[in-house]
């Protein structure tokens, strides 16, 4: 396992932390939790670089990357539900987005890969910046960050099968 995977691992780990914080009652908490996840946040840019600059991608870190995002953000998606800061159809949204996703990776071709779009990563990012604004914000700024979040999850969706879909 070299650094990057390493890296990848990492976001994996934080993510129980992240919960533990941002179900905790006190908001200063809350703001910790933040900032570990703002952390575990940079690790989904840094080992990609790591990997990429060091021409070290491995199929560990290729099958991983995308699943230690998906636990972080629905994880830490699931801690804003059970503290009432997040509403249960935004969730729910992000999880039919990832099962269609994976739903149609398991009809394609063997050999066919799905390399992350422009549009996905974007995606995640907005994620990211939603999920941490509703952390620790009320009022307009997480809305605003959830209307972009979902509109790239359901564009990116939306990408993929136009994409892939004559493929499968």
Known sequence: MNVADQVT????????????????????????GLVVFIIAGMTDFVDGRLARHASKTTHFGAYMDPLADK???LGSGLALIASNRLSVWI?????LREFAITGLRSILPAGTTMGASAVAKWKTTGQLFALGASAVLTGMVPIVFWVVALTLTIWSGIEYFYRYWPRA
């Open 71 to 73: 636990i972080l953000v």
């Open 91 to 95: 969730v729910l949204i992000l999880l």
């Open 9 to 32: 691992l990492s976001r994996i780990i934080l993510t129980p932390v992240v919960v533990a914080l941002w179900l905790a009652h006190a908001p200063k908490w809350h703001w910790i």
